[in-house]
């Protein structure tokens, strides 16, 4: 039998070790956002920025409207994101999201152990791409609110809200904002269809670029956020015409009106990711 001091002993390092994992995972996921957070603004900035094409022909005759005028000056080069940020928000602009961007990390990290947990050690069902397909579109779903807020949180000016009255009311209607759903389930779902990497790399992009778009409107709402509101800190400019009313309507109006380029902003970004992992 185990004397006190044995039980003692191996209680205080168990303690220890949790303690120190839970140590270094805090320590690894801080450095992690301090490098990459920035990085990830400007790519929800550069995906989620509005920049329509100019009638043909009304360029060269200085007929362009003010509306057009107006989206295009407060459009932003890419070359010029990043100082734009900086200029307008300051150091504390790249960090902008960072609160429910590390709750999604963590649930992600919790969603891989409890997955871990369920198939190989308490042998509840076979390890399998089915299960994880399934696991990861469940995941999938239950993020889609901690998403749109990460992207909403570093795209909206300080002076507007992240949730609309409505939504504050009812958070579900974050489930319900038209095509935020099918683009979350598909992007969870293409690592199935094993597509080669350039093509799987630019069917992320798009995704992304429509999940963005999609993310920024409001439910509930009968006017544009921006209404009324001092929008001098915006860095970018966000669509507020008509809204896109499906993830298909949202990827047709994208083309017809920023060109079929848009659909694959930072398009590098996602390659680099599939070449590495």
């Known amino acids: ?54 009638p043909r022909g009304l360029l060269e005759d200085g007929l362009l409207g003010y509306g057009y005028l107006q989206a295009a000056a407060a459009a932003v080069p890419r070359s010029n994101l990043v100082a734009r940020v900086y200029r307008i928000e300051g150091l504390g602009g790249f960090y902008k999201g960072i609160v429910p961007s590390i709750l999604t990390t963590l649930i992600n990290v919790l969603a891989k152990l409890l997955k871990f947990v369920l198939c190989l050690h308490w042998n509840l069902g076979p390890h399998t791409p089915r299960t994880d397909a399934v696991l990861d579109l469940a995941l999938a779903l239950l993020l889609i609110p901690l998403r749109t807020l990460t992207t909403r949180a570093i795209t909206t000016p300080h002076a507007c809200a992240l949730l609309s009255p409505a939504e504050r009311v009812a958070p579900w209607l974050l489930y319900q904002a038209p095509g935020v759903a099918p683009a979350a389930l598909l992007a969870a779902a293409a690592p199935a269809l094993a597509l080669p990497r350039p093509l799987a790399a630019a069917l992320a992009t798009t995704l992304k670029v429509l999940a963005t778009r999609l993310a920024l409107q409001r439910q509930g709402l009968d006017e544009d956020i921006y209404s009324g509101k001092d929008t001098a800190d915006a860095v970018l400019a966000v669509r507020s015409r008509v809204p896109y009313t499906s993830l298909t309507d949202c990827a047709r109006r994208i083309v017809r009106e920023e060109g079929v380029g848009a659909l694959f902003r930072a398009w590098e970004v996602e390659a680099l990711k599939f070449l590495l992992w």
Request: no cysteine; proline share 6%.
């Open 1 to 54: 039998m185990l004397s006190l001091l044995d039980i003692f002993v191996n209680v205080t390092a168990s303690t220890l070790l949790t303690q120190f994992v839970a140590l270094t995972a805090t320590f690894f996921i801080a450095w992690w956002y301090l490098l990459a957070m920035p990085v990830l603004g400007v790519l929800v900035r550069h995906r989620a920025d509005y920049i329509p094409m100019p």
